[in-house]
């Protein structure tokens, strides 16, 4: 199933860097954005995760938000988040570098995470910036205020606004720095996280696809594993590292 390359270089691969996208939950029963049951299917992006909605109508963003706010704490990582906290512990320099909201790799034990479009566990007023749990909203039905009166958002990265800096130039970072870059469960369509792969292609990564599906990167990786990543990534972490 897998390259005596890919073993070999990832066994000795001081830098490893792994890119995340919604397919690495999807076993976790998170819906992914695209695709048959996709979120974006069912409803519509600019409606939803965008500011100019949110002060629109902000009952009816919140209300999206707190619906998926509960879906995701109640459920748990998989064996795919499992098997990359495992694989941070073989590897001097390891990130991951996710555009999912799920705080599922923190769930799951790993330690190097860089979120590129947020955390829906976190929240903020978008006047004074003070900022919340969602144990201290989510029992609210209209859309929580802060004390001093401002709305209250998710802290997660909506349609037409900058990701987090820091985020992006540690996750940059990574990636050109990695000697075994990692895409995971992402269709590699929404930039500027989508150019992570290729960042790290140029600077001289072996880069992997792990994805159910061939995806707009997948000619240009050098190696793409078809399948779910729930299976994939533990049979991968049997493969190299049992005699290490
Ligand atoms: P998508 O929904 O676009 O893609 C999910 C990918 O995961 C698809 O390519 C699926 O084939 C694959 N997939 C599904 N189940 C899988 C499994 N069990 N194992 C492996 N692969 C599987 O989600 P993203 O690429 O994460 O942005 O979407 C990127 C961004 O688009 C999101 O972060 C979000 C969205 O708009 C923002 O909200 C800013």
Redesign the pocket.
Known sequence: MFSDKLISRLKDAKLVAVFT????S??SGVP????ED?LWKKFR?EEL?NFDAFIRNPDLVWEWYRYRKKIIADIKPNPGHYALAEMEKRHEHFAIIT??IDNLHRRAGSKTVYEL?GNIERNYCIDCRKSYSNKEIIAQEKAPRCTCGGLIRPD????GEFLPQDQWDAGEAAAERAEVFFS???????YP?ASLPMIAKRAGAYVVE????R?ELSHQADEVLLG???EILPKLINACYQNK
Request: net charge neutral.
């Open positions: 996208g919604a397919g690495i999807a076993e992914t954005f695209r695709g996709g992006p995760a555009q999912n479009h997660v990265v909506w349609f995971v469960g992402t269709s590699a369509v929404v996280a792990i994805n159910l599906e995806t779910k990543s729930g």
